[in-house]
């Protein structure tokens, strides 16, 4: 059993391990909440997805057992990817023999075979990071693949009203914060010089962003930008993005969708480093102002990995020019 990560970024850069434990021979059930789900079943080495009825904060110990006594017997070994003392628990209370995970948060009584957990200055890319819990030596060039149904592509654009290769996706949001997320000014403005429509996608919560952008475009050119945002399941969100022309997004989980997908790709970094999390795709170009000689005063605060911008002015995004965007389209 794999007790998957709470964010589909995190569950995307997971896949690499999981192919790792199928091709020695293991049966694989991960057991992901709701809202991550999906990602898994876009992973042919996947036998089974339970999906976990927590919700965030707190131990919801009661829940817990009970799911545990339904999961009793069933497994020999549990891989615990998340860090937190409450994701270690399920495998314990269903008396999983093996339970392999990282040391933290007082898990050590929870833990069976335990990774040191490197320091943050040191830690490897997320993707390498997953991957060792399988024991691999040489995790460093593991890089995430999904796999899509094209029948399933096709029914999501047919009743979305798009066709292949017949727009550009645009995912402007970010769950961590503003400090991740490139203005929105300038995904409109990018928006206006494309020559293909572009299709918004992100949760909920982001859809007042989106459509702040759709906005400013269709004020302009009417009809030019179309607002998905909230409005899709994630298996829709992620057919839509596996037949665009281009995807362009900030350090987000559509980012790591499209690049496990191949998806041609623009990644904008700001607050966090594309050294630790980057989109792992041949067809990405990442934008990234820390690394870019040229830009002058240097941006020594970068990267912060703050949720806003300490210094107040963002710099490391505002600064992210939309030609450059459109350069590496």
């Known amino acids: 059993m794999i007790i998957a990560p709470q964010w589909i970024g995190d569950a995307v ?27 898994y079943r876009l992973m042919p080495q996947v036998a089974e997805v ?16 009970s799911l ?24 314990l209370l269903a008396g999983i023999p093996k339970r392999v995970g990282y040391l933290g948060e007082a898990r050590v009584g929870l833990l069976t075979h335990r990774l040191k957990n490197p320091p943050k200055a040191r830690r490897p890319p997320m993707v390498a990071f997953y991957s060792a819990l399988s024991g691999a030596a040489d995790p460093g060039n593991d890089r995430p693949q999904l796999q899509i149904d094209p029948l399933q592509v096709d029914g999501a654009l047919a009743g979305l009203g798009l066709r292949r290769g017949g727009y550009d996706v645009f995912a402007p949001g970010a769950e961590y914060g503003p400090a991740k997320r490139w203005p929105a000014r300038h995904f409109a403005e ?5 020559e293909l429509p572009v299709v918004l996608l992100g949760s909920a919560k982001e859809r007042d962003l989106c459509q702040e952008i759709a906005d400013l475009v269709n004020a302009d050119q009417a009809g030019k930008c179309r607002n998905f945002a909230g409005e899709t399941s994630l298996a829709q969100a992620f ?25 041609r790709q623009v990644a904008i970094f700001g607050s966090s480093s594309p050294l630790h999390t980057p989109p792992l795709n041949d067809r990405a170009t990442v934008l990234w102002l820390k690394n870019d000689a040229a830009y002058q005063p240097p941006l020594d605060c970068s990267p912060c990995f703050e949720r806003e911008c300490p210094l107040g002015h963002t710099r490391c995004l505002v600064d ?10």
């Open 13 to 39: 850069m997971t896949e690499p391990l999981l192919r790792r434990l199928q091709a020695r021979g293991e049966r694989l059930t991960v057991g992901a909440l709701p809202w991550v789900a999906p990602v």
């Open 50 to 65: 339970i999906e976990l009825p927590f919700a965030h904060g707190g131990l919801q110990l009661q829940a817990r057992r």
């Open 68 to 91: 545990a006594r339904h999961l009793a017997g069933r497994f020999d070994v549990a891989y615990i990817c998340p860090n937190s003392f409450k994701s270690a628990l399920l495998p």
């Open 190 to 194: 990018l928006a206006r010089r494309l």
């Open 239 to 263: 057919s839509v993005i596996a037949a665009a022309n281009n995807l362009v997004s900030n350090d987000s989980g559509l980012m790591h969708v499209g690049a496990a997908l191949g998806v």
């Open 320 to 329: 992210i020019t939309v030609a450059s965007v459109l350069h590496n389209m």
